[in-house]
């Protein structure tokens, strides 16, 4: 499958920030579909992002050229779909730029993946022993270890942000020391949009020898990710959130930790050899990849890399970014519109309240003029506590969006404001 | 607006909204309630003082959105008098007529609660609309009811 083949490249020189949608958004079918007859505007792409055609085709044509069962068997199509799956691997591990593709493992997704961390780390916690989170972290990144918590009377450090909704590093020494078992943190908040330092924090975490698990799940649509560059320890994201297939997901994690670390869920191509009596694991990735896997998503998710690969990045982020300057701009134009998560260094997420206007009827007002935006409390319910809000409403963009869907979001804001006031 | 946001957002239902009716704590109220909706972090509370079979007041407390409010500031106005026997009548009618499109709606009986039939083309905010019923059905069940969610 050779998905980036028959178009341009478009990282070459001459790629302007600007030019990005016109050139990207004929490859994502769903933009073009009408919603309550009006163009969508898709705003909720840090819900789920939309799926370029060489994706959807990808998983397509395994389902109708390749399918088999990955790792079982040696006829033809199954040397392809096993070929394929390796080959994805191979993929992820260029796309976090991990030191070997043993240290990618395919789950379904980031909260699979802190959950089977939570689980094979916390095996030999005791009471008493420490994992740091922050106050912007998703649900995904909190519950995992309050049932560990559950288990085992460890204690959860929570490191606090700034009303800006930035973290007070300052405030990390201080929660590391020999009970420090993890700090555990998001590269990006989902609410806030802010992008935390996370070389930094490995630094700090390290000098104490304490490991850094990363939260990458929005981070991997907006920015390149070098897992050795930050030096954390382990990585997770999923598929859906960078344009890639739902159920699929990737952890990294550094070679010797994955294999201190004891298998997550029993069953077949986990082993190396079974008996009534005893039986032996297989090594890392395989130890952790149980039953039948997502071979469908994984390749979904090696056809999304290619496609991210033919864009260029730095372009792209750019123009997130005049996205994001353009939706705050409009707001603060509006007059009346509170913005949480004003940090220097944002991904074009942006969490707003309009004053009268519960974020809840908002939403269905924009969704009347064709903008989908998420309101709630976005899986992050301490950090709604913080600012002392119930919901807010949420516009996430991704780089197929435009500078005039941004103005029809402004437009709808004042539209629904009109209404409910 | 357009019609189909008409439906949705009628006068009445804004009306409440921005001055919701028995929005007050209750000192001596017997029945206490919290509900919330999760989905969009509505949360309120509803309390009740009940004598023998008659509900002799009813208010609420909390934040949600319109029709959330909307539709708890409605079930004060209606219930504030009525029998337990009313009340539970009432839910059910409100339940059917917010939830299924072919229910036979006894409209003069409803009232201004017709407002909220709308509510039956959004399904994801068919919640809002329930809310406060939900939390009434349980306050009457129970003397120490467990809070509602509708998630
Ligand atoms: C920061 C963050 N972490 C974790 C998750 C959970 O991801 P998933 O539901 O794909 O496992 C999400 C998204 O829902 C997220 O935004």
Known sequence: MNIAAERPARNGPG?????????????????????RGLPLVYFDNAATSQKPRAVIDAVADFYRHDCANVHR????????????????????RGFVNAASANEIVFLRGTTESINLLAHGL???????????????????????????????????AVLPVTERGELVLEALPDLLDERTRLVAVTHVSNVLGTINPIAEITRLAHAHGVPVLVDGAQAVPHMRVDVQAMDCDFYCFSGHKMFGPTGIGALYGKADLLAALPPWQGGGEMITRVTFERTRYAAPPQRFEAGTQHAAGAIGLAAAIDYLSTLDMAAAAAHEQALLARATEGMQALGGVRIFGQAPHKAPVISFLVEGVHAHDLGTLLDRKGVAVRTGHHCAMPLMDFYGVPATTRASMAFYNTLDEVDRLIEAIAYAREVLQ | MSDEMEDLYQEVILDHNRRPANFRPMPDANRTIEADNPLCGDRLELFLRVEGDRIEDVSFLGSGCAISVASASMLTEHLKGATVADAEALFAAVHAVLTDEKATVDE????????????RRYPMRVKCATLSWHAL??????????????E
């Open chain 1, 15 to 35: 790629w302007s920030p600007g030019a990005i949608p016109d050139a990207v958004r004929p490859d994502f079918p769903i933009l073009g579909e009408q919603v």
């Open chain 1, 73 to 92: 068997a040696v006829h033809t199509l199954a040397e392809r779909a096993t070929l394929a799956y390796e080959a994805a691997r191979e993929r992820v």
């Open chain 1, 122 to 156: 916390g095996r030999d916690w005791q009471a008493g022993d420490r994992v740091v989170l922050t106050a912007m972290e998703h649900h995904a990144n909190i519950v995992p270890w309050q049932l560990l918590r559950e288990r085992t009377g460890i204690e959860i």
């Open chain 2, 108 to 119: 003069e009986r409803l009232g201004n609660l017709m407002a909220l039939s709308g509510v």
């Open chain 2, 137 to 150: 059905k349980a306050a009457l069940a129970s003397r120490r009811p467990d809070p509602v969610t509708t």
